[in-house]
Each structure stands twice: as structure tokens, then as C-alpha cells.
């Protein structure tokens, strides 16, 4: 009869397979941990942009790869109140009441949707910040599973004021990596945010879904169409943007 450490001639012993399995398990181990700090990281620096001025994904990966990044960023208060006013109308209404998702918006359109491939709409200002500042560009649940508690978590930690501010700084405004208010500003009318009137700042609120086919510098009909939609929606609703006034 066998011995029980008995094995086939060339076969590693039973000792060695229970030596190699700590090295198997090592990469294995390092991997994990190196994802979980990825996972980790965004909620880390996410406090730390409450006082340190971020750039975006696409911006770091422009950089890179050796592509124009035209970016200056403005603070709030050297922005015309019309900017921020015409982005949240056109594209998060409820900015101020909801806590970084608005599940009111995500139902309509899941309502709406005939399936997840036509699921539409529902992505706040704040996702959208979470999206430009951690994650990648196109649409999959991977990345919406992401998105939704750093949305969350930013809404947190950061006042509304500053979750605006960030969004308007690092946003896409131009087809040529203009990035910014105040980027996206220069290029399409010639001065900084801070002197945009009511219309021009709507006509850049209405280049965000699109900035490289939607043109404020030049705009077609469809633009200019929902520019005046986007100026009478912000005359008639000054409290959309009433969680970020400056404090007195």
C-alpha cells in the first residue's frame, strides 16, 4: 500500500504546493488592495477639494496625451450670478433641495424609458461633478453603480455652493479643450465670466450636453432657441438658485 505522502515520479511533494500557495495568494492580495484604494480615494480627496481647486479626468488625461487644455478657474463670486442661475435651470432644477441624487427624476425617467438602452435624464449636477472628477466619460452601469454614492457623499461633505463652483470650473465648454466658465466664456464671446449678460449665459448652459457640436460662439437656431428658453425659465424661478447665494 501507498504511503500517504506518496506521489507520482516529477510530481511536486504535498509541502510544495503548501509553500507556492502564499505566493499565489500575494499578487492576488496586492491586487485587492489596490483596488479598494481606488475605490477609496475619490471619498478621501472629495474632502479635500472642499479647499484644494481640482481638474477633471479629461483634463489629466488631455494633459497626458499631449492635447490643449485651455482652464482658469474663477471662483464663484467672479462669475456672473447669471451663469449659475442658467446651468441650474437647464440642468438640475431641484439642486437645492435634493442631496446630490434626485430619485423624483431618476423614476420619471426609468417611467419614461422603454428599456435601460433609451434610460435618459435623471443625472444631477452633483453626479455629473462626481463623474468629471473621478470616473470616465460614456454611459454604463458600471459606472452610474459608481456615481451614485460619491454623488452622495459629495453632497455631504461639500456645501451646495461649493459642489456649483467646482462643476462650473472643470465642466466642458468647447470643442477644443476649453474647460470652464471662464474658458468657455473667453472663447465664445471675448470676456471673462464675470461680464456674461443673462442671454450669454444661457446659451452656455445650453452647450453642456454637447459642447463640441453646440456652439455659443456661433449659434445655430436649436441653440439660440433653448438659450431663450433656458433666460425666461431663470427669470421666472430666481429661487432655484437661493441655497447659493453668498452667506451675509
Not at 475605490?39 to 492635447?67: H, I
Not at 423624483?104 to 435618459?120: F, M, P, S, V
Not at 463623474?131 to 454604463?140: C, E, Q, T
Request: aromatic residues 8%.
Amino acid at each position: 500500500m501507498d504511503s500517504p505522502d506518496f506521489r507520482p515520479p516529477g510530481r511536486p511533494s504535498l509541502a510544495s504546493d503548501i509553500l507556492r500557495l502564499p505566493r499565489l495568494r500575494r499578487p492576488l492580495r496586492l491586487a485587492l488592495y489596490v483596488l479598494a484604494g481606488l475605490l477609496v480615494l475619490p471619498y478621501g480627496l472629495t474632502v479635500l477639494y472642499a479647499v484644494v481647486n481640482p481638474v477633471s479626468t479629461v483634463m489629466l488625461w488631455r494633459g497626458l496625451t499631449g492635447q490643449r487644455v485651455e482652464h482658469q478657474y474663477v471662483p464663484l463670486a467672479r462669475m456672473s450670478p447669471a451663469l449659475p442661475l442658467a446651468v441650474l435651470v437647464a440642468e438640475d432644477g431641484r439642486f437645492c433641495s435634493h442631496h446630490g441624487v434626485d430619485f423624483t427624476e431618476i423614476n420619471n425617467a426609468i417611467e419614461d424609458a422603454e428599456g435601460l438602452d433609451d434610460l435618459r435624464g435623471g443625472s444631477t449636477i452633483t453626479q455629473q461633478l462626481a463623474k468629471n472628477l473621478f470616473l470616465w466619460p460614456g454611459r454604463s452601469l458600471i459606472r452610474k453603480g459608481l456615481e451614485f454614492p460619491l454623488a452622495l457623499w459629495i453632497d455631504l461633505v461639500l456645501p451646495k455652493r461649493r459642489v456649483l463652483e467646482l462643476y462650473l470650473n472643470i465642466a466642458e465648454w468647447g470643442p477644443d479643450g476649453e474647460f470652464g466658465a471662464e474658458a468657455g466664456a473667453r472663447r465664445a464671446f471675448g470676456r471673462p465670466a464675470e461680464g456674461l449678460s443673462r442671454y450669454e449665459a444661457a446659451l452656455l448652459a445650453a452647450m453642456l450636453p454637447n459642447p463640441v457640436t453646440r456652439d455659443a460662439k456661433k449659434p445655430g437656431p436649436g441653440l439660440r432657441r433653448l438659450a431663450g428658453l433656458y433666460e425666461g425659465r431663470a427669470a421666472r424661478s430666481p429661487g432655484v438658485a437661493i441655497c447659493v447665494k453668498p452667506a451675509r
